[in-house]
């Protein structure tokens, strides 16, 4: 009960956090095309729940939750995607593609790229026997990939520490995983790698948790990969404004509504005996605390040119410079 | 002449075409029921159905091969690659498949097919989705390049690019989908392989290619209120290129620059330099200068982007530079 | 049995074709890579006795006892390898990839790009309603490649005409197949499509030719793709002189030997009472008939660069030529 | 000092830095058991293990990617493609984000990865295995280019490509496996970035790269017994390129031909005339010659794809039609 509470708080936090960015995506403060996680909190929280700080996250053009669920702080994921120095990319990244090393979180925007270089972390994990773990969380529209193919069956035969999170939202933009992806569930991919089958619900941070737990516990005793479907469902657009109707009925949405994981969680906490007015006052204190770093973000300064050319890439000895008058032809 | 934006232009080129041959057929991610990324398909659908509109999977390297085997099959595809960066997924496709069959087969098997993508930066896209990527093709025998810069052009271009039995790449960008121009009513092509010359000039040659274009007719424009006659010449077609229009000019001028988005090192503003150099030699008074972007990943933010490509001012400060004027103030 | 005595004729045809390809390789007429086709004849003979003289067949770096099956005459196969203008693709190609248009069949020296290329041409079939079927066929080795992913996905959501072949060989190069594909039986990733798993015996001809028939008429009945793995095992290297010693028992060759197609066909022939000059006859009239190829073969014309040059591109209206100064920067 | 293969030089540089840093390794398809198709890791596997000698499936995508993300944890992966018309297959891996990494992540995450691969023709292996595609690389911020001609320079070049800290695109030639060449005994380094003068000369400076260095130095040979006295430059480094000692040779000899096994249009040709030129105005007597690749698809068969590529005879055509002297006969 008490992690449930935990958990609770954490995908309200992830809610707001989301509801936050959309807007400031309206506001025009951040840039690029953002995609809010709406209705995917539990797994977000109840997967990154079971990872150690030294573990690693790979995720996707849709990674500012999967961040924060990974520890990095609001503070640095909300920056970066507001183009700030102080993101976890110095604001050259931004909503779509960031890393932050020190919370060992990378995503990037090319669907299904990062399969497989999340055979590269768990391969040097492996033979560094370091006991870390990499997950890798991806799209079902990124399941139709032939990263995703060519990683599984390269981490199967290596048997590396990764644990591949599918994510399954029901759509890849405008395509309904129904139409597009040719077998009734993702996870009946595994058998093509020699893994298990392994469906989640999605919406169930607990299942989530205890799924993510037994998957990271395989993978830290050698006997990874894993393949893991997390069933989930995208409450809101592709992004902000996309045009919904063109793929989906407005009723299907709805009726989502009534199963998403706060609604869930919350009944279950309720049901349990949990007071109503601690999860109020739990909201209204998340609340605060994301206005006041909104304040705090607006006024924090943009990378300068420098920034951006300083690290493209790193002078060589005895040669001409990576960086300086050849770096800029302008 | 009615007025459309770029995007529209497209679309009436697809409608166009569409109509006109049944064999002619779109293919990507959303280009059906959302209508492309930038709509240029908008519509499109509901009038010619999922035969000639394909939405398809996440799957760049099979829908790029799919339009391959379709075209070698008499079919007239366009493969959609949404953003340039991905065709990075799809080159073993056009690179080792489309632009060698027709060779391959020693000329038996004609490949009429149009691999459509966009390039560039402007839209605060990030480093993963703003390159320029253009002249990875025009080193590859069996490819034609082509970047149109207005809605008028693109859409000549793309029906003459539909039509035609070789392999075509042809990039758009991203920042023009919303530029309005004129586009006449009654159909008409543009052939591939023929150069434009958008303003013509005394004094300098520019030649740009396909956003840069718009940013070297503005500079053309403030340079003219400084007693500066600038010629801009758009290639369109990068290869074949249309060696005579620049040279035509270069001769004139004595002086020319080039101005790219893509970084110089590399890329295809070495190539039109050196075809000038080559054969304008004695024209010349200075030797061609390349005004290209900044050799840096496109970074994030509301305007960093604009700071690591060419601007109107620093196309302007260039020329400036170029003629031995003093620079504005 | 008359079918059975056929598909022998055809095998040994194929083995002894094979076999002087081998020693004209050796003999440097053949120029690039050659790959030997030794033990794998049941599979060529079998499926593509089940097409139709216009389906299509897209194969591999190991293409030349397809292409024959196919129905390309020796003539044009052999000249091809050898580099003359009487080849399928005017000598322009070679042993690894070449193109005979009036025999729908292609190949391709990239490993696995050929399963994306059969969509297009299944595509093609599909939306003209021609009643043709595409068939691709690809090793173990491409089944680990990416496209065999997205191909798989894209032909089994639009239900295209094609029937993917694996022929699994057991190795890819110096790759065991136990060692590189991570599950049991390739024909388990089927699943992963919503397709049957389906594996035959690839050193039984009639099985395989079965298995093609079934595949083809459901393709023709809008109910493909199919995929089917067929298990056969290459008896000589990848390629003539490769290191085998770094990657495979030769007892492992020597028993493989006994179950190769050509034996046990013959002594299914044989046990049903054919007589043995009969065989020997037709073994002596392929011989003979392949000598006199041979020595016509020598004899053929290479191409000119003109011919080569020629091709690169189709002349473009109004425009500076695709051909002619600019196509030869030399 | 020691003569060896350039396959041998290949093997040392490996086994120098795998015995140096564990860290070190080879990944690719058939590195381990075959020691490479060209045998330039034989005996390794042996000596080092599968730890660092990784035999992978063919799945050129996840192998590219698998170096960038142990590279990103601090291993030091050198990853074969083993044609670089393979690479077609990688070119997200290595441009969307090896090359994008280190900035994407403020200058924190370190890519210290090899790309190694080989290209072009002379090994009679047809269009899909004989492509020049070293300029796609070369525009792209975030790489380096290493073509290296000899077997001193492959080794002391590979050896700094290992261990330098950004992702190096490493491109040999299939033709060059075999050739000899003295190589110290002693450790050595090649900076990269440094171009090296083959062969001084005064009348004309030819600029080639990989393969084609060594049919420069022939025809250089040649034409000195006809009195013409040719200085060889080989870049080694495509980028950074070595401008310097480019400019130093052209202003000395003021005529300058660019040599490349890749086609002229879109190739590093362009790229390095432009750079020539523009340098090199004043100094120069005649344009920079481009002498280059056909545009065609390496055709097979015995002898077809040496007639459409540079040959010794062709460059020394070249050269006396630059230098305005009689063809010989
Ligand atoms: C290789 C590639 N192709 C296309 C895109 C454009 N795109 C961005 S997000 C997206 C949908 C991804 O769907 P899914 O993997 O299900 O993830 P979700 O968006 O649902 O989180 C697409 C097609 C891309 N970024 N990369
Ligand atoms: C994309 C690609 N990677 C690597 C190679 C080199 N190569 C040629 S054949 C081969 C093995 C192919 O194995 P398989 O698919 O099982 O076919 P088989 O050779 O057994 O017929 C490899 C790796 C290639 N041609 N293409
Ligand atoms: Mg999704
Ligand atoms: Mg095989």
Redesign the interface.
Known sequence: MNELKEFYAQMLLLRLFDQQCMDLKKK?LI???YHPYEGQEAVAVGFCAALQPDDVLLSTHRPHCHAVAKGCSLEAVLTEMM?RRTGC???????????A?ENHF?C??????N???????????K??QSGQV?MCVFGD??S???????????A??WKLPVVFVCENNQF????PVK??????RIS??A?????EEITVDGNDVEESRRAANTAIELCRKGQGPVLIEAVTYRIRGHYVG??EA??RNPAEVVEARKYEPLVRTKKKLLDGGCDPAELEAMQLAISDKLATLEQWAIQQE??T?E????????A???????RGP????? | MPTVTFGEAIRQAYEEEMTRDKDVFLIGEDVGRWGSLYRSSRGLLEKFGTDQLKDTPISEAALAGCGVGAAAMGMRPIVEIMYIDFISIAMDQIVNHAAKWHQLSNGRVKLPIVFKTQGGAGRRNSSQHSQSLENWFVNIPGLITVMPSTPYDVKGLLKSAIRDDNPVMFIEHKSLYFDKGEVPAEEYLIPLGLADVKRSGEDLTIIATSWMVTFALKAAALLQQEGISCEVIDPRTLWPLDQQTLITSVQKTGLCMVVTEAPAEGGWSGEASAVVHEHCFGALKKPVRRHCGMRTGIPYGPSLEFDCIPSVNSIAAAARDLLGKPAAH
Do not use: K, W
Not at chain 1, 191 to 195: E, K, N, P, S, V
């Open positions: 025009d840039y690029s095309g183009g990319s110095g604001g050259l990244g931004g909503a779509m593609q960031f890393i090393v990378y990037g925007s090319v669907v299904g790229s399969l497989g270089l999340a055979t590269g972390f768990g391969l040097a994990m033979q560094r990499c529209g990124a139709n990939h032939g990263t995703f193919h060519e990683a599984m069956n390269l199967a035969i890849a933009e405008a395509m139409e597009f992806v040719a077998c009734e009946m991919r058998r093509g790698y020699g893994l996309d045009p063109t793929y943009f990378p040119l920034c951006a050319v300083d690290h493209v890439g790193i060589l000895a005895n040669a001409p410079q990576v050849l770096a800029t032809s302008i």
